[in-house]
């Protein structure tokens, strides 16, 4: 595939992915990761412990607006990844070191703010398959 190929169809994969993140309500993304993921890793990412993010995965409680933002920025990446890889690869992408994080993981990146690094990081990933 040339070069050219790749950047369209990583710019479709990363459009649908947006799509997907802002089209779900947070309830089905907070129980997509937490499926995904599990809640000790999804904890990780968003600070918060199995019970806070079961209620929001049910839908009985709202996260708040930061938290909120974290749900979605991680399943667009996630999305992303899965467009390529297999749930478990992504899993494991979020949770090893990353060299274009600085060697901190995914998830520990998403936990400190840093969205659009970790996006980066994912479109490079995917961009060398």
Same mark, same amino acid.
């Given at each position: !595939?040339?070069?050219?190929?790749?950047?369209?169809?990583?710019?479709? %994969?990363?459009? @649908?992915?947006?799509?997907?993140?802002? &089209?779900?309500?947070?309830? @089905?993304?907070?129980?997509?990761?937490? $499926?995904?993921?599990?809640?000790?890793?999804? &904890?990780?990412?968003?600070?918060?412990?199995?019970? *806070?993010? %079961?209620?929001? #995965?049910?839908? !009985?409680?709202?996260?708040?607006? @930061?938290?909120?933002? /974290?749900?979605?920025? *991680?399943?667009? /990446?996630?999305?992303?990844?899965?467009?390529?890889?297999? *749930?478990?690869?992504?899993?494991?992408?979020?949770?090893? !070191?990353?060299?274009?994080?600085?060697? #901190?993981?995914?998830?520990?990146?998403?936990?400190?703010?840093?969205?659009?690094?970790? !996006?980066?990081?994912?479109? /490079?990933?995917?961009? $060398?398959?």
């Amino acid at each position: !595939m040339s070069d050219m190929a790749r950047g369209s169809g990583s710019r479709v %994969a990363a459009d @649908a992915a947006h799509a997907r993140s802002v &089209g779900l309500d947070v309830a @089905a993304i907070a129980l997509a990761l937490q $499926g995904a993921f599990g809640q000790a890793l999804l &904890g990780v990412i968003v600070g918060k412990g199995a019970r *806070t993010i %079961a209620r929001w #995965a049910s839908g !009985m409680v709202r996260p708040p607006y @930061a938290s909120e933002q /974290v749900l979605r920025d *991680t399943f667009q /990446v996630l999305e992303l990844l899965i467009s390529v890889e297999p *749930t478990e690869v992504a899993r494991a992408w979020f949770m090893g !070191m990353n060299p274009q994080l600085d060697d #901190a993981s995914p998830a520990e990146a998403l936990s400190d703010g840093r969205s659009k690094d970790v !996006m980066a990081a994912a479109r /490079v990933y995917i961009g $060398g398959r």
